[in-house]
């Protein structure tokens, strides 16, 4: 069952933002070769999981993540984290915002749900996404508020597709298999004449983000933690 608060903000908040031709999202390439895609994915899938293998990396991470995209603090907060000793010797660490807080996603929800599939999300109450950030002068962009609740409405239409796909191998079998259903749930949260166009990495993170956020709120039923683990599991 998918909220009808979330099929209308997508309505109309994406038919603002983006034109496109299709009604279904396309998974879009990543400008460049596959084999070098591949190689810096991998990378920053494993720089994402020493972040949040680490309970004092992981506060800085979970700080970052509630800074809007955009919100000058969010490069120097990230620069901060790429810094850490997770990054490779001699290396430097150079990440897209929207980017980069996908991968963390990723990251937490595979650190504490990859091991359960979810259970019923659709009782669960929809998100007031402006409080999942901490706003200063950047307000939250239209975008990011309209990509949260595209993300929210493709998880609920196949919450086991979702998760399948956001604990997949970058690139695997595993992602292979998932990513049909996923795109077919995608496909029910945008507007007729719209299309959506992501790279693997930036679908995955946005799925894992509201993978994350429902089943924290869940979790921790009647008080949601939105933007912060269950109690007692990080490292």
């Known amino acids: 069952m ?3 608060a979330y099929k209308c903000v997508v309505a109309l908040i994406l038919g603002a933002v983006f034109s496109a031709s299709s009604i279904s999202p ?4 990543d400008g460049m070769e596959k084999s ?3 190689e810096a994915e991998k990378a920053m899938a494993a720089f994402a999981k020493c972040v949040i293998d680490s309970k004092k990396r992981q506060e800085k991470a979970l700080a970052y993540l509630m800074i809007p995209n955009g919100d000058p603090r969010q490069n120097v907060e990230g620069s901060a984290i790429a810094k850490s000793e997770c ?5 430097e660490m150079r990440f897209q915002g929207d980017l980069f807080a996908g991968t963390l996603y990723t990251a937490l929800y595979r650190k ?3 091991k359960t599939f979810p259970g019923d999300l659709s009782t669960i109450e929809p998100a007031v996404y402006e409080s999942e950030f901490k706003v200063t002068t950047t307000p ?3 975008e990011q508020l309209a990509l949260r609740a595209f993300g929210d409405c493709a998880v609920l239409q196949n919450p086991k597709a979702a998760h399948d796909f956001a604990i997949s191998e970058m690139r695997g079998q595993n992602e292979k298999a998932a990513l049909p259903a996923v795109i077919e749930a995608t496909g029910l949260c945008v507007s007729a004449g719209s299309t959506l166009k992501f790279s693997r990495t ?5 799925i894992a983000e509201s993978l994350f956020k429902m089943r924290n709120r869940q979790a921790a039923t009647p008080a949601p933690v939105a933007t912060t683990p269950p109690a007692g599991t990080a490292k």
Do not use: E
Request: overall charge positive; charged content about 5%; proline content about 8%.
């Open 2 to 4: 998918t909220h009808p």
């Open 26 to 29: 396309a998974v879009a390439g």
């Open 36 to 38: 070098s895609a591949s």
């Open 87 to 91: 990054a490779m010797p001699g290396s």
């Open 112 to 114: 504490y749900y990859a």
């Open 140 to 142: 939250v962009g239209t």
């Open 202 to 206: 930036i679908l995955k993170g946005i």
